[in-house]
């Protein structure tokens, strides 16, 4: 069975930088679509980023490519996050999540994922 495991989260000054982990385990062979995701209690939750393991562009639903850069370290099976610049309006619980390339994906969105970790709280104070 496939988990997911962030982390890296923490607090941070405005203007700070962090970078999140995700680790997965009982991967079977084949590419993954993948991604990040952050929600803010008592708001829906908002894709960050998301990537195809298999090769292709980072998808930024939010235009926020200028400051989170999503990498994918195929020998750890390691996700990442760099996020850079960061502002209070950051401050979420951020999700990896994941799905086989075998199955159909609907672009960078909640909806496509079925594979979820279980968040790393991230706040950026100004």
């Known amino acids: 069975q496939v988990q997911l495991v962030e982390s890296g989260g923490g607090s941070v000054q405005a203007g700070g930088s962090l970078r999140l982990s995700c680790a997965s385990s009982?991967?079977?062979?084949?590419?993954?679509?993948m991604g990040w995701f952050r929600q803010v209690a008592g708001k829906e939750r908002e894709a960050v980023v998301c990537?195809?393991?298999?090769?292709?562009?980072?998808e930024y639903p939010d235009s926020e490519k200028d400051r989170f850069t999503i990498s994918h370290d195929k020998d750890k099976n390691i996700l990442y996050l760099q996020m850079n610049n960061l502002k209070p309006e950051d401050t979420a619980v951020y999700y990896c999540a994941a799905r086989s390339g075998e199955r159909p994906y609907y672009g960078c969105r909640g909806s496509s994922f079925d594979l979820w970790g279980q968040g790393t709280q991230v706040t950026v104070s100004s």
């Open positions: 990537i195809f393991s298999g090769g292709s562009n980072p």
């Open positions: 009982g991967y079977t062979h084949g590419p993954w679509w």
